[in-house]
T-cell receptor
Framework: KAGVTQTPRYLIKTRGQQVTLSCSPISGHRSVSWYQQTPGQGLQFLFEYFSETQRNKGNFPGRFSGRQFSNSRSEMNVSTLELGDSALYLC????????????FGPGTRLTVL | AQSVTQPDIHITVSEGASLELRCNYSYGATPYLFWYVQSPGQGLQLLLKYFSGDTLVQGIKGFEAEFKRSQSSFNLRKPSVHWSDAAEYFCAVQNSGGSNYKLTFGKGTLLTVNP
């Protein structure tokens, strides 16, 4: 089975721009979660989607948004980029979310200049 | 709110030596507990998990962890470290009840292995 894939792997943007990151979960997985990883704050939960519905949300500003499609693929969008948004964005998928292993993708490295 | 503390930011061990990485959590009930490993430039790989039952959990790559409720700890151990174990290790906790399935991670412990 193919693992979680994330595209693109690397992105460079400038302040004020917006960006869209994509995540394709493992086949059959319906839950997709997003995490932000930075050296200062560590790994922080952004949001989780299940069957096209946002089920949980972390403490991030409204500039961070996401969605999930009927094939379980998910996208996250960050608008009006700030320097502090530079991070590794990780996507994880699982079958239902509860007591299921979350499998992580390799991440998208976003650099904001 | 749940939280995880990994007291050791960086640990150096010699190849072949034993390893113990510490993890303490804060949660009102018995949480679900995880250890993940991250190699440079990579995502997270699950080493092992605890949901219930036997408090000594076996994982991949020869790792094990023991859940101690009285100490709110879930320490990771390996009897003999290999050079390929050099990576960053993260302990995580998840709600065992309710509808929030997010993982809360510790800040990580960076493991260096000397030849």
């Amino acid at each position: 089975k193919a693992g979680v894939t994330q595209t693109p792997r690397y992105l460079i943007k400038t302040r004020g721009q917006q960006v869209t990151l994509s995540c394709s979960p493992i086949s059959g997985h319906r839950s997709v979660s997003w995490y932000q990883q930075t050296p200062g704050q560590g790994l922080q939960f952004l949001f989780e989607y299940f069957s096209e519905t946002q089920r949980n949300k972390g403490n991030f500003p409204g500039r961070f948004s996401g969605r999930q499609f009927s094939n379980s693929r998910s996208e996250m969008n960050v608008s009006t980029l700030e320097l502090g948004d530079s991070a590794l964005y990780l996507c994880a998928s699982s079958t239902t979310g509860r007591t299921d292993t979350q499998y992580f993708g390799p991440g998208t490295r976003l650099t904001v200049l | 709110a749940q939280s995880v503390t990994q007291p050791d930011i960086h640990i150096t061990v010699s190849e072949g030596a034993s390893l113990e990485l510490r993890c303490n959590y804060s949660y009102g009930a018995t949480p679900y507990l995880f250890w993940y490993v991250q190699s440079p430039g990579q995502g997270l790989q699950l080493l092992l998990k605890y949901f219930s039952g036997d408090t000594l959990v076996q994982g991949i790559k020869g790792f094990e962890a023991e859940f101690k409720r009285s100490q709110s700890s879930f320490n990771l151990r390996k009897p003999s470290v290999h050079w390929s174990d050099a990576a960053e290790y993260f302990c995580a906790v998840q709600n065992s009840g309710g509808s929030n399935y997010k993982l809360t991670f510790g800040k990580g412990t960076l493991l260096t292995v000397n030849p």
